[in-house]
């Protein structure tokens, strides 16, 4: 089975504009979750979509944001970047079927600079 | 304040020479306990869940173990292909994420 898989891998944009990542979960996965990693704050949950529907949010301010599509490849968008944003973007999909399966395998990521 | 805490931030062990990794962890209601290895410039990859206290799972080197208030994850005369970040988190039956802590760097030398 194919992992998880996000694209771009690497991105590089300067302040103010705004960038979109994509991933593409595990087929059958249909919960997707969006994370950033940051060497100071460690992995810290953005977001999470089970069948188009966000379901959990984290504590991100609403530059922000992500969708999900029919087929559970998600997207998630940051708009006027700032210095701060660069960071590892790590997406991660589980089966998520409510009977407590819920692991989540992650994604390669999108290392993000901004400048 | 943390939810999850792991302790040492960083171990450097020799090879074949045994320790643990300890996560603390405070929540109203654990769905689950993750442990993950990362290796640089890659997405975590997954290793064991834990649901309730008393439980353990192995795999290969590596034995995990939780109790109400902490998990272990030890590991038994590693390798330095061991050589990674090991990261743990939790999740509450209030939502889905993943709440991590800040990682324990282990680095095994020959």
């Known amino acids: 089975k194919a992992g998880v898989t996000q694209t771009p891998r690497y991105l590089i944009k300067t302040r103010g504009q705004q960038v979109t990542l994509s991933c593409s979960p595990i087929s059958g996965h249909r919960s997707v979750s969006w994370y950033q990693q940051t060497p100071g704050q460690g992995l810290q949950f953005l977001f999470e979509?089970?069948?188009?529907?966000?379901?959990n949010k984290g504590n991100f301010p609403g530059r922000f944001s992500g969708r999900q599509f029919s087929n559970s490849r998600s997207e998630m968008n940051v708009s006027t970047l700032e210095l701060g944003d660069s960071a590892l973007y790590l997406c991660?999909?589980?089966?998520?079927?409510?009977?407590?399966?819920?692991?989540?395998?992650f994604g390669p990521g999108t290392r993000l600079t901004v400048l | 304040e943390d939810q999850v805490t792991q302790s040492p931030e960083a171990l450097r062990l020799q090879e074949g020479e045994s320790s643990s990794l300890n996560c603390s962890y405070t929540v109203s209601g654990l769905r689950g306990l993750f442990w993950y290895r990362q290796d640089p410039g890659k997405g975590p990859e997954f290793l064991f869940t834990?649901?309730?206290a008393g439980e353990e799972k192995e795999k290969e080197r590596l034995k995990a173990t939780l109790t109400k208030k902490e998990s272990f994850l030890h590991i038994t005369a590693p390798k330095p292909e061991d050589s990674a970040t090991y990261l743990c988190a939790v999740q509450e039956y209030s939502g889905y994420a993943l709440n991590f802590g800040k990682g324990t760097s282990l680095l095994v030398t020959p």
């Open positions: 979509y089970f069948s188009e529907t966000q379901r």
């Open positions: 834990l649901y309730s």
């Open positions: 991660a999909s589980s089966s998520n079927t409510g009977t407590g399966y819920n692991e989540q395998f």
